[in-house]
């Protein structure tokens, strides 16, 4: 029987599996072995008998679930080749967040590749994206809709230290994602001259100290809690966005709510988050990076999860791809 791109994968309940090599990728329930593209909760999920992954994704899946969350955890370096069944299993940079890596699984000359999440823009906290020539691509779509499209995240930067510069008497609190939105946007505040400590919730001190010992710098940083309220004026203070929202946040002077994600793209969102200063910064692909990854791979068969699914695949159609959507069980919208 002739073997089809298609044979690589197949959708179980458990998730997307590898029928080749006898692993799943990203499950969404324990299972005995997998493979992890990241370490984002909805990816990586505690429980499984083993787990492989880059070893910057283990480190991380370590710290936020603790040792004996997995029953063994086996590291890959990117582009290192590693057989496993009857397939050869490549990780390559996803440029998603710290470790963050595409799966590319090859078989008698037929190559899939499972994207997880990725981005496009640059990102000095982890590796860039590589596009990988397959017959079948499987990409995300979060933010799968012409509307999205990012603005260099060098202007947002630049908007919030100038927003903390004219409004000096009060503390500017930014909603971030503990793991990769955080670091990333204290990296690209050290790169714009903010040298100055940057004040943390303690939900951010572990991946934040973390991702220094793995070998990304991020500067001076200090505790938001147990410090002088008229102290935090003029402050840059990151938090998780649930915490803006509660009581923690009134330790705070008049502090101006702002939040990074590519949902902030969305004035209607802000608004109900009661953002006062939205800022388009995502470590998701926009609408313009998902289509060009999409013809950069070179893919005749794509396949699209997580997000605006049908809108993706209706382009794809339209530029003679085929193309369907996945509709994988437990992808949940995250805080981006």
């Known amino acids: ?56 994704t283990c480190a991380i899946a370590g710290v936020r679930y603790g040792a004996g ?17 009857d397939a050869i299993v490549r990780l390559v940079p996803s440029g998603h967040v ?13 190559r899939a590749v499972v994207s997880g999440d990725y981005k496009r823009a640059p990102d000095p906290t982890c590796a860039p994206f590589e596009p990988v020539a397959c017959d079948l691509f499987v ?5 799968g809709l012409p509307v999205f499209r990012h603005p260099p995240i060098e202007g947002e930067i630049a908007r919030l230290i100038a927003s903390v510069r004219a409004q000096p008497s009060r503390a500017h609190a930014v909603g971030v994602y503990a793991l990769g939105k955080a670091q990333r946007l204290i ?8 040298d100055r400590p940057i004040r943390l919730h303690g939900a951010l001190d572990k991946l934040c100290a973390l991702y220094e010992s793995l070998g990304v710098p991020l500067g001076p940083l200090a505790p938001a809690a147990a410090v002088d309220k008229a102290a935090m004026a003029g402050e840059i203070v990151l938090a998780p966005p649930s915490a803006l929202a509660d009581r923690w946040a009134r330790r705070l002077p008049d502090p101006v709510i702002c939040a990074a994600s590519g ?74």
């Open 1 to 56: 029987m002739i073997m089809r791109a298609t044979d690589l994968l197949t959708l179980r309940p458990e998730g997307l599996y590898c029928p080749p090599a006898g692993v799943f990728i990203d499950p969404v329930r324990p299972v005995e072995r997998a493979i992890i593209t990241h370490a984002h909760a909805d990816h990586c999920r505690p429980g499984s008998a083993a787990i492989l992954a880059t070893p910057e």
């Open 263 to 336: 949902w902030m793209r969305v004035r209607q969102r802000a608004m109900q988050r009661g953002v006062e200063l939205p800022l388009t910064i995502s470590d998701h692909a926009d609408w313009d990076g998902l289509c060009a990854t999409i013809l950069e791979t070179g893919a005749e068969t794509v396949w699209v999860t997580h997000g605006a699914e049908e809108a993706l695949c209706h382009w794809c159609a339209t530029m003679g791809i085929d193309a369907r959507p996945l509709s994988i069980a437990g992808r949940e919208e995250e805080a981006e």
């Open 69 to 85: 969350a997995f029953g063994r955890m086996e590291t890959l370096a990117c582009g290192v080749p590693l057989r496993i069944g």
């Open 98 to 110: 710290l470790g963050a890596a595409q799966v590319a699984i090859e078989v008698g000359g037929l």
């Open 187 to 194: 990296a690209e505040l050290r790169i714009a001259g903010w």
């Open 139 to 143: 990409t995300e779509a979060t933010f």
